[in-house]
């Protein structure tokens, strides 16, 4: 499976957060589109409509489980997907900043 390392993620990467809601509001990456895992079927309109037509969608959850199963099921159907290893744990750990939909500072559940 396609995966790339945190390090490697530049600004302006298209970044897709399948946690759960809960999660979601606890803390992620600024500007990252959210569709949990548990919608995300029922809800692939809006990525294919919010991603880059020609560029990468970078897949996440927690720790990569979660958006390695969304990533297999993206490159099946034909769209450029990568899963962030370590997930938002290690975008945390890396010092990438977590934040709430308030602009506060956020944490990974």
Request: include cysteine; glycine fraction near 12%.
């Amino acid at each position: 499976m396609p995966a790339v390392e945190v390090a490697e993620l530049k600004d302006g990467d298209f970044l897709l957060d399948v946690r759960e809601d809960d999660e979601w509001r606890a803390g992620h990456a600024e500007g990252a589109l959210h569709i949990p895992i548990s919608e995300f079927v029922a809800r692939y309109g809006e990525l294919t409509e919010a991603a880059p037509q020609d560029g990468r969608v970078h897949v996440i959850c927690r720790s990569g489980g979660r958006s390695a199963q969304v990533t297999m099921y993206l490159v099946q159907q034909g769209i450029d997907a990568v899963n962030v290893d370590g997930g938002m744990q290690v975008w945390a750990a890396a010092g990438r900043p977590v934040v709430r939909d308030s602009g506060e500072a956020g944490h990974v559940l």
